[in-house]
């Protein structure tokens, strides 16, 4: 005699794990540095192209800051930082700041 075996599924509980929160890294316009340096500190610290970076460059200059990445708060401050040396080693008094993302 076959005896009937009842399986029953076991719930798995996953801990429910926050996404680290989102900081964006803007850069603000000034009416003295160059727009050939901006441009050249957001290719070399933000990866851009010479085109996007002129685009983002000329938007913080219209509106008076750019959003120029969104990242986690601890990549959103090294090229804060990144950035902020390039300037200050080239005595330029550009800015760049990083805030939550709301």
């Known amino acids: 005699m076959a005896k009937d075996t009842v399986l029953t599924p076991k719930t798995v ?3 429910k794990v926050e996404k680290p929160r989102l900081y964006k890294v803007l850069l603000h316009n000034d009416d003295y540095t160059p727009r050939d340096f ?3 500190v957001l290719k070399v ?7 996007t970076g ?11 800051s750019a959003v120029v990445v969104v990242c986690t708060r ?3 401050e090294t090229k804060v930082t990144e950035a902020m ?3 200050k080693e080239a005595g330029m008094p550009l800015l760049f ?4 993302e709301e």
């Not at 002129?54 to 008076?64: E, I, L, Q, S």
């Open 85 to 87: 040396d390039l300037a």
């Open 38 to 40: 901006v441009t050249i």
């Open 74 to 76: 601890e990549i959103a």
């Open 45 to 51: 610290v933000f990866r851009m192209s010479e085109e």
């Open 54 to 64: 002129y685009r983002m460059m000329m938007t913080a200059h219209k509106f008076g």
């Open 97 to 100: 700041t990083a805030e939550p």
């Open 13 to 15: 509980t996953k801990p």
